[in-house]
C-alpha cells in the first residue's frame, strides 16, 4: 500500500529540488522589495491533474519551467480544488466561501443525464456568481492594486457579471463559456479579438499577460491568469504532438495531444517568470500555480489517487500547487498541511496590507503562517458540498461518475457522504492514499465523529442536502444499464 511520503519519495519530488541547485533558504529581498506591496501573478490551470507535472512525479509530461517554479517555492502536496469541476472552484476561489453561501454547486445543469437513472432531485445550480459579493480583485482595489483577469471566467457575462463587473480592470478572453470553441485563431470569443489565423491560444493569453506585467511593473498589481488549458477539446500545436508521439507513456499518461497542450502551457509559465525577472520585479512578486480541479479521466491518470475529474475521491479535487514568495518562503520547501482554494482571498488580503470587506463572510484560512515555515492552521477540517449528478465517460464508472454528495477532511482522515442512500465511506489518507480500504464499517466511531463534523458544518453555512425522491427513478433500468456498462468495461 503507497502512502502519501512514500509516493512522493518514489516520484522524485525531492531529486527535483536537488537538481534544481536551489538551497533551502530564505531569499533576501532589497529595501525597495520591502516597501512596496507584492505583486500578485495567480496561474490557474483548467483541468490539470496532480501528478499531470514533472515534480509530482509524471515522467511523460514535461514542465521544466513549472518544475523551476516548484523549486523556487514552497510545494503543497495536499492541496484541494472546493470542487471537483470548474465554475464552483472558480465561484469559492474568487469569493472566499464554501459553494453553500453562493450557490454555485456545478458546471450547469445539476440534473445530469436521464431522469429515469436519478434516485433522488439534485440541488439547482446558480450559473452566475452574484455581482453582490465581493470577489478578491474587488477587495484588493482599495489596497491600491490594478487587476486582470485573462483567461476563462465561467461566472457570467459583462457587463452583468464577468470579471470587470466583478472589480477587475481588465477582462481579456472572459466569459460564461467553460472551454474555447478553438484553440487557435480565430477564437469566436466575445472578450478576446482573434490573432492571426493559427495563433494558439494559450500563447496569446501568455502575451496578454507580460503586455500587462510590463505595463504595470511600477506600481502593485493582481493578476489572474486562469488559462483554458488544458481543458477539452484537445488540440496542441503539431509538431508539438509528435514530439510525444515517440515518448515512452509513463503508466496511463501517453495522450500525445494532452501532453503538447502541458508542455505548451509550462512554457507560458516560463515566459511569465523571465519576464518578472527581466523587469527586476522577481523578488517583489508572489507567483501560484493551481488548478480547478482533477483532471480528466478519459485523458490522463491520476493514480496513485482515485478517480478524476467530477468525482469527490482524491483524484478530482487534490491539486498540483505551488507558491512562490521570495523574502517569506524557503525555496525548495514543501508542505503537507491541507489547504483549500478558498484560502486564497485571506492569504492574499494578508500579504498585500489589504482589508476583509465588510460584512464579507470568509471561510478560509490564511496560509501565510504555513508561507513562513508553520507546520499546522487553527482550523481542525475542510469540506466540500456536490449536491449533483455527473454522468460517466467511462463504463467502468457506471451511470454515474459521481452522484449528490459531500465530504469532509479531518487530519489523516477523509469521509465522504453519498446523498442519494446515505451511505458513507471513510479513508485514513496516510495509509491510503489510493482510497481502497473503506473503514467505514471497520471503524464505525471514526466514521461517525467525522459524519457528525459534516453534518455540523453543512447546518451551519445551510448546506442544501437533497432528500426528495425522483418519482420518476426507474431501478430496474439504472441497474441493468448500470451492470451493462461495468460488464462492458471488464472485457476490455
Known amino acids: 500500500m503507497l502512502n502519501r511520503r512514500s509516493f512522493l519519495k518514489k516520484a522524485g519530488f525531492a531529486a527535483v529540488l536537488a537538481s534544481s541547485g536551489v538551497r533551502s533558504q530564505v531569499l533576501g529581498a532589497d529595501e525597495k522589495s520591502k516597501n512596496r506591496k507584492p505583486n500578485v501573478v495567480f496561474i490557474l490551470i483548467d483541468d490539470m491533474g496532480w501528478r499531470d507535472v514533472g515534480f509530482m512525479g509524471s515522467k511523460y509530461y514535461e514542465t521544466p519551467n513549472i518544475d523551476r517554479l516548484a523549486s523556487e517555492g514552497m510545494v503543497f502536496t495536499d492541496a484541494y480544488a472546493n470542487a471537483p469541476n470548474c465554475a464552483p472552484s472558480r465561484a469559492c476561489l474568487m469569493s472566499g466561501q464554501y459553494s453553500p453561501r453562493h450557490g454555485v454547486y456545478t458546471v450547469a445543469p445539476s440534473a445530469r443525464g436521464k431522469s429515469i437513472y436519478r434516485k433522488i432531485v439534485p440541488t439547482p445550480t446558480k450559473r452566475v456568481l452574484d455581482p453582490a459579493i465581493p470577489t478578491l480583485a474587488e477587495a484588493l482595489k482599495p489596497a491600491g492594486y490594478v487587476s486582470a483577469s485573462m483567461g476563462k471566467w465561467h461566472l ?5 457579471a464577468g470579471p470587470v463587473a466583478q472589480g477587475f480592470d481588465l477582462n481579456v478572453g472572459g466569459f460564461q463559456a467553460g472551454h474555447p470553441k478553438s484553440y487557435f485563431s480565430p477564437y469566436r470569443n466575445p472578450e478576446l479579438e482573434d490573432g492571426p489565423r493559427g495563433e494558439y491560444l494559450t500563447d496569446r493569453l501568455t502575451d496578454e499577460a507580460l503586455k500587462f ?28 504532438i509528435e514530439k510525444y508521439k515517440n515518448k515512452e507513456p509513463d503508466g496511463g499518461q501517453n495522450n500525445s495531444t494532452y501532453a503538447a497542450m502541458v508542455e505548451s502551457t509550462d512554457k507560458g509559465v516560463g515566459r511569465i517568470m523571465d519576464k518578472l525577472a527581466e523587469l527586476g520585479i522577481e523578488d517583489e512578486t508572489i507567483v501560484v500555480f493551481f488548478s480547478d480541479n482533477g483532471g480528466h479521466g478519459g485523458v490522463t491518470d491520476n493514480s496513485p489517487l482515485r478517480g478524476s475529474k ?3 475521491y482524491e483524484g478530482g479535487i487534490r491539486e498540483p500547487l505551488i507558491v512562490k514568495w521570495p523574502g517569506k518562503v524557503k525555496a525548495g520547501s514543501n508542505c503537507d498541511v491541507p489547504v483549500i482554494g478558498t484560502d486564497f482571498y485571506p492569504t492574499l488580503l494578508e500579504a498585500c496590507g489589504a482589508k476583509k470587506p465588510a460584512g464579507h463572510v470568509l471561510d478560509g484560512e490564511s496560509i ?8 499546522m492552521l487553527e482550523r481542525k477540517a475542510v469540506f ?3 449536491p449533483a449528478y455527473l454522468g460517466g465517460y467511462k463504463p467502468s464508472q457506471g451511470v454515474w461518475r459521481t452522484v449528490p454528495g459531500g465530504a469532509v477532511r479531518v487530519g489523516d482522515w477523509k469521509l465522504i457522504e453519498f446523498f442519494d442512500d446515505g451511505h458513507v465511506e471513510l479513508y485514513n489518507l496516510k495509509e491510503d492514499i489510493g482510497e481502497t480500504n473503506d473503514l467505514a464499517r471497520k ?7 467525522l459524519h457528525g463534523i459534516l453534518k455540523k458544518w453543512q447546518a451551519e453555512v445551510d448546506a442544501p442536502i437533497p432528500t426528495e425522491k425522483n418519482p420518476r427513478f426507474d431501478k430496474e433500468k439504472f441497474d441493468h444499464k448500470d451492470n451493462q456498462l461495468k460488464a462492458r468495461a471488464k472485457q476490455r
Not at 216 to 238: E, G, I, M, S, W
Not at 368 to 375: C, N, P, S
Open 443 to 449: 471503524m464505525p466511531e471514526k466514521a461517525k465523529e
Open 368 to 375: 501565510v503562517k504555513l508561507l513562513e515555515g508553520g507546520k
Open 213 to 240: 506585467i510590463e505595463t504595470n511593473k511600477d506600481r502593485p498589481f493582481f493578476l489572474y491568469l486562469p488559462h483554458y488549458a488544458v481543458h477539452t477539446p484537445l488540440q496542441a500545436k503539431k509538431q508539438m
Open 384 to 386: 466540500w458540498h456536490f
Open 310 to 312: 467530477g468525482m469527490l
Open 156 to 160: 457570467g457575462n459583462d457587463p452583468q
